[in-house]
């Protein structure tokens, strides 16, 4: 191959890059740049179900045992320097700046992100979206936007359960197992948060990640090759592509909240 | 098209949702909004406070008796005011007590050490509002290790 | 339908001069064609030519390359948004695969075009439904899921969806195909009292000869991106054409030839 065909292929796949995200802000501003109905609103309340509810015992469970987990190794390096009331700020700092937020997104990618790009992948394929569409009901607002925004409630809601059972299961493992006195625990650890630095920069994160999270999953549906290995394919995208942005965003984040 | 059931549990989502934000917010970031009626309150000046934080322990011989529950500096003194919350439960202290900063281990946080005076007749019982005089400042290794180096050094 | 009193009345859809490519792929060259009113139109070709994508450009979901495609003389991709969505509550679709919502009950699948667009209450609504249901003889599996019906009936339920809203046109995508013969029969059946009975117009895609002669008013027959014949069901079978008679005698070689185009086989085999 030429060099000038190298050249001419990273070209097309350039093109094509900047074609798909044109075809996905397209879509999601046709799913939400809409006045909602009164009906919209029940459409959003069965898709918090689907995508929070549903999530919710996943969430709480692994928040416990990586906040355990976080206090149990944090524990053994800490007590080598004799200063283990430090655990506190440690298990909460790592939760509320980068755990809570990134796990959760990476969880959600994998439980709610995949299952929304089967679903849609599944309703294209069997043309229900093409159905809905002559029946003159727009699919974009009637599959897209709830689910959207049902993605975008959810997971902030789910990064702070997250966070808050992770925070419990390091104190249940620094106070009730290895002893650290429950009140230099809390009040180490509440001296060292902060409200507006760790508690409104985890939201923020948490919400830029739900967008990105969901909107990735609900294209990768939306533009799914309407037979089973193109929606396992879809599916597979969704996960990998949702996790690597949620990682590379989270840098991002990181060094504009506390790089300087 | 919802059931009831839907309906119920996204609503104890959300409450959940909403319950954790309120436990990162005042149990962990600890806004202050309660106010707890069974302490009464002490205030002690030191020169230096060093590590001490709210919320830090004070203790008698190892007991937690209250805790820090604000740090200000005197305006016209330029020097730190602590302001103790201390346990109803413990109010048998008298006037002649002393507070000294400690550290739990070489590195650990620190706390303030009471450590009860003697008691005589015409010595009152601390009670709330009152100021403790006899304060012992907060070690701060830097300055021993200086003093340490000087001493040292001034001996050849 | 008071228009319809004119004794010759215009065609309900008129394709002009209608050319499509995917890519590369040409799938329509030059296609003409009407659809008359009150009548069972079908448009029959061998799998693979693309009938589904003429549905799909009759309803306005794919633009032509070239050429215009008139619904009641309105041209379906120069108009608006909300206004061909206005065209599509006149006419709709029954796809292949039924295309029945999968996460709602047959009642609600039937009822969801009406909640959407009538604005009627609840109770008139049931009503509807259940004299739809009744239509197609599936009113005792009101409450059933669409996956624990079998393919026939799903494509029934679908029917008694596709025409809840009473629309002026139906267009059957391949309604027959992968159906046993009496799930095929009900079907004709269905399809030809239904046209009748609602003076529907109706446009069937089949390559299944036999059942679209049986209740067509009139045909197209498709081939090589273009419209090769057409006329009465009678007519076609006539018909002298070469490509028409291997197609309705269902002859495996002939003007449609049984290899897909390749370069000569001795060749292959031995270079």
């Not at chain 3, 799909?56 to 979901?61: A, N, R, V």
Request: proline content about 4%; charged content about 20%; some cysteine.
């Amino acid at each position: 191959m030429s060099l000038l065909d190298k050249v001419a292929n990273l070209g097309r796949s350039g093109i094509e890059l900047i074609m798909g995200l044109g075809r996905a802000g397209l879509m999601l501003w046709g799913a939400i740049a809409r006045k909602p109905r009164a009906k919209d609103f029940s459409l959003f309340v069965k898709q918090l179900y689907v995508v929070g509810v549903q999530s919710m015992v996943l969430i709480f469970v692994s928040g416990l045992f990586i906040g355990m987990v976080l206090a149990l190794q944090g524990y053994n390096i800490l007590v080598g320097f004799g200063t283990e009331e430090s655990l506190g700020p440690m298990v909460a700092l790592s939760l509320l700046r980068e755990l809570g937020p990134v796990v959760t997104a990476l969880l959600f990618a994998g439980r709610a992100g995949s299952a929304l790009t089967a679903e849609i992948g599944l309703m294209k394929s069997t043309e229900q979206l093409s159905s809905l569409e002559m029946m003159a009901i727009d699919p974009l607002r009637q599959i897209i936007a709830p689910r959207f925004w049902a993605g975008v409630v959810s997971l902030p809601l789910l990064a702070l359960i997250f966070t808050a059972v992770g925070i419990y299961g390091g104190h249940i493992v620094g106070v009730e197992w290895k002893g650290i006195d429950s009140g230099s625990f809390w009040s180490i650890l509440q001296a060292s948060v902060e409200w507006r630095q760790d508690i409104v920069n985890c939201l923020i994160k948490s919400i830029v990640f739900a967008v990105v999270v969901t909107w990735i999953a609900l294209y990768r549906g939306y533009q799914v090759i309407p037979n089973p290995e193109g929606i396992s394919k879809a599916t597979t995208q969704t996960v990998v592509q949702s996790s690597l942005a949620v990682l590379a965003l989270d840098f991002l984040l990181t060094a504009l909240m506390f790089g300087r | 098209m919802l059931t009831r059931k839907i309906e119920l549990l996204v609503g104890l989502f959300i409450l959940s949702g909403l319950a954790a934000f309120l436990v990162l917010v005042f149990n962990v970031a600890n806004v202050e909004v309660k106010s707890n009626s069974s302490n009464y309150t002490l205030y002690a000046k030191f020169s230096n406070i060093g590590g001490l934080k709210v919320r830090s322990p004070v203790k008698v011989g190892g007991v937690v008796v209250g805790r820090v529950s604000e740090i200000t500096l005197d305006p016209a003194e330029l020097v730190p005011v602590v302001k103790l919350a201390m346990d109803k439960q413990f109010n048998q202290f008298p006037e002649t007590s002393s507070l000294s900063i400690l550290t739990s281990g070489l590195l650990g946080e620190q706390f303030l050490g009471l450590t009860p005076g003697f008691i005589d007749d015409d010595i009152a019982m601390l009670v709330d509002g009152d100021r403790i005089d006899d304060t012992h400042s907060a070690l701060v290794l830097e300055e021993l290790i200086g003093q340490f180096l000087y001493s040292a050094s001034s001996k050849d | 339908m008071e228009h319809k009193v004119i004794t010759e009345p215009k065609p309900l859809v008129e394709i002009h001069n209608l050319s499509f490519s995917r890519g590369e792929h040409v799938i329509f060259d030059d296609v003409s064609l009407s659809i008359p009113r009150g009548k069972v139109t079908a448009i029959m070709g061998p799998s693979g030519i693309g009938k589904t994508t003429l549905l799909k450009l009759m309803g306005g979901q794919l633009t032509p390359d070239t050429g215009k495609v008139l619904f009641d003389d309105v041209d379906v991709n120069k108009c608006r948004r909300e206004e061909l969505f206005e065209l599509r509550k006149r006419m709709s679709m029954l796809f292949q695969s039924g295309a029945l919502f999968t996460d709602m009950n047959v009642f609600d699948n039937v009822a969801f075009a009406l909640r959407e667009h009538s604005g009627l209450p609840e109770m008139i609504i049931k009503r509807i439904v259940l004299m739809k249901l009744e239509a197609v003889g599936l009113r005792g599996a009101a409450k059933m899921m669409p996956n624990e019906l079998s393919g026939g009936m799903q494509r029934r339920v679908a029917l008694a969806r596709a025409i809840a809203l009473e629309p002026e046109m139906v267009m059957y995508d391949e309604p027959f195909a992968g159906q046993d013969p009496i799930s095929m029969g009900v079907l004709v059946k269905l399809i030809r009292e239904l046209s009748d009975a609602l003076q529907l117009t109706s446009v069937v895609i089949s390559h299944d000869v036999q059942e679209v002669l049986s209740i067509a008013d009139y045909v197209y027959v498709m081939a090589d991106k273009r419209v090769i014949a057409q006329g009465t069901p009678a007519e076609l079978k006539a018909s002298e054409i070469e490509q028409l008679k291997q197609f309705i005698g269902g002859e495996p070689d002939g003007p449609v030839p049984f290899h897909f185009p390749a370069q000569d086989y001795q060749k292959d085999l031995l270079g």
